[in-house]
């Protein structure tokens, strides 16, 4: 970097902004802004770096730069992005940017056509490029192959994912149905496992692995879905401008009047798992129209329908129906699936208050009894089973009397409350344990010679609290990361030593100690809330307080005060911690409510 020549400097808004260097001292540069010239600002010189001469001019693939560094890498994405190019490779990786509008032709069939059998690097970056060249390497090496999607929550993971799909079974298909039956799966998953958050009006609450099976002849002959951590929270509670699972409002915009009243349905504000967040349907303006006054909630009435171009309730309904067909349902089962989804509903508008007997328990509402027998009849359970069941619970009898004397004790009203939800969260975790059960069955294969696994996670969140399930995905990131690092830089730079390649090292953080934080034997966060659990009476303040005793001095953890947040800084010390993750730091509650990390 020399006198005179623009650099990228730190900008705290932008990330970073051009200038030129007018004077260099010890440490530090002073850099002249090129839009604020006569004004001057210090900067570090680990954070300044040299800019290409034409700053408008773009290249495909970053190693292409002249000066390979953060602020040049971004900014050649930033103008890509300007002109509708949204992928730029970085030699075999893809970087996508979520342009948030449908980009004509962009994904056509014909497009599919232009990337089958094409080098790497032959045509303009494209997930249709990544996907062949899995194939590929998959036909020459005859090793089945990954396609790993990753990034924060909203960044297209999902729809990149779907892309892949398609692009495998429209190239390399059979033509038969099983290839659209592989596509047709989506939008059933979606229904069941995705929801509108802050950051995504479509976001996957749950992890996915999907497989694409070929042939000895390389065609494809079947697939297969890996499914984990499904957000159970999301079932119960939601924040206020988020949703539950799509499937409950499609249900109640869709349904026919039929089934509405078959399984007593109404609209959204009227149920407890869903009035807590927003309850406005996504809809157009044609579609908004087809939807029945009374279905409406006061929020949709007064503040009209949420729109995505992705997104429509009423229509997505007769969508998810036809996918459904497609697959295999028929509509006894479809009718089944939505029974369960309405009995979820009704459980949660279950009521309790205390019995006023001498046992000490509680008893359900009057106003409750038509509900507790909507739930009961849609659930195919006896009312008076549903009752006991959700106001008392049963101990097994192990010393005294009788070894395995059954006693019921009967639950107060914070404890029936807890145990209702506990109800939904783990009936709506087997449905959709079946809906992707059938999703399975639907493209069988009787061998194969090997398939192409396209893995999409959750991406790394973080929100005012956060609970297990945020712990959980944050870090299944880590481990994400760690492969990165170790697969793309650490495997690299050897290879590139034992070649005598002249390459400068790439430093790189490395998080071994964050994820030994959490999954070390003894000392880690997991086998500590394990050992919390075989305590005779397991406490969230004991459990905390052994988390930060143990890691006392770890770079990687901390209290909450210290947190930059306000709303994290009024959590007590034996409330939660903080984590230092790759991607930023996380502060996790501890304290025994829905959305807390608890034993």
């Known amino acids: 970097m020399e006198d005179g020549k623009p650099v990228w400097a730190p900008h705290p ?35 300044v770096f040299p800019a290409e001469d ?72 494209h997930v249709y490029a990544i996907a062949d060249k899995a194939y590929r390497d998959m036909k020459v090496l005859k090793m089945s192959q990954s396609i790993i999607v990753s990034g924060e929550s909203g960044a297209g993971k999902t729809e990149n994912t779907k892309f892949v799909l398609r692009y495998l079974t429209t190239s390399y298909g059979t033509g038969q149905d099983i290839d659209e ?26 992890g996915k692995f999907v497989e694409i099976h070929f042939s000895e002849k390389n065609a494809v002959v079947g697939g297969f879905v890996s499914h984990y951590l499904l957000e159970k929270s999301r079932i119960c509670t939601q924040s206020l401008e988020e949703r539950n699972y799509h499937i409950f409002y499609r249900l109640c915009a869709g349904a026919s009047e039929d089934i509405r009243h078959k399984f007593h349905l109404s609209s959204p504000d009227t149920f407890r798992y869903l009035n807590r967040g927003c309850t406005r349907f996504f809809a157009t ?103 006991v069941s959700l106001t008392s619970r049963v101990m097994l009898t192990t010393a005294g009397g009788t070894k395995g004397t059954v006693i019921k004790v009967p639950l107060k009203v914070e404890q029936a409350n807890n145990a209702r939800d506990a109800l939904a969260k783990a009936v709506y975790s087997r449905l959709f344990d079946h809906v992707v059960t059938r999703v399975n069955q639907c493209f069988p294969f009787n061998s194969s010679a090997s398939f192409i696994g396209v893995l999409d996670i959750a991406g790394f969140e973080y929100f005012e609290h956060n609970s297990f399930e945020q712990f959980c995905i944050n870090y299944c990131n880590e481990k994400l990361q760690q492969f990165f690092n170790e697969r793309i830089l650490k495997e690299e730079q050897e290879l590139y030593q034992r070649e005598g390649l002249g390459v400068n090292e790439v430093h790189y953080v490395d998080n071994q100690d964050c994820i030994d934080l959490v999954e070390a034997k003894l000392v880690g966060i997991l086998d500590i809330l394990d050992e919390e659990n075989r ?65």
């Open 181 to 206: 039956r592989i596509v047709e799966a989506n939008p059933l998953l979606e229904a069941f496992g995705n929801a509108k958050t802050v950051r995504n009006n479509n976001s996957s609450r749950f």
């Open 285 to 387: 303006k044609d579609s908004d129209e087809q939807i029945p006054q009374n279905r409406k909630s006061p929020e949709h009435l007064k503040l009209g329908c949420l729109k995505d171009i992705l997104l429509d309730d009423h229509a997505d309904f007769t969508r998810m129906c036809v996918a459904m067909k497609k697959i295999g349902l028929d509509d006894t089962e479809k009718l089944d699936l939505f029974r369960v989804v309405a009995g979820v509903l009704h459980l949660g508008n279950i009521d309790f208050e205390e019995a006023g007997s001498t046992s000490g328990g509680c008893a359900i509402k009057n106003q409750s009894s038509q509900t507790l027998d909507h739930c009961a009849e849609l659930l195919g359970l006896e009312e008076e089973d549903l009752r």
């Open 13 to 47: 808004a932008d990330g970073f902004q051009l200038g030129t260097i007018v004077d260099i001292g010890a440490d530090s540069l002073t850099i002249e802004p090129l839009k604020q010239k006569g004004k001057t600002f210090l900067a570090a010189v680990s954070q």
């Open 535 to 599: 305590l005779p009476q397991p406490s969230d303040q004991h459990f905390t307080d052994a988390v930060h005793n143990k890691h006392k001095t770890h770079f990687r953890l901390t209290i909450p005060r210290k947190s930059k947040l306000a709303i994290h800084r009024n959590v007590r010390d034996d409330e939660g911690f903080i984590i230092r993750h790759f991607a930023g730091a996380v502060c996790y509650e501890t304290v025994r409510e829905e959305n807390a990390l608890h034993v």
């Open 54 to 125: 034409d700053v408008n001019k773009h290249v495909e693939d970053n190693c292409s730069l002249m000066y390979l560094n953060e602020a040049t890498l971004l900014n050649n994405i930033r103008v890509r992005y300007s002109k509708d190019k949204i992928y730029t490779f970085v030699a075999n990786i893809l970087i996508a940017v979520n342009p948030y509008y449908d980009i004509p032709k962009l994904y056509s069939s014909e497009t599919i056509k232009n990337y089958r059998g094409r080098s790497l690097g032959t045509l303009p970056p």
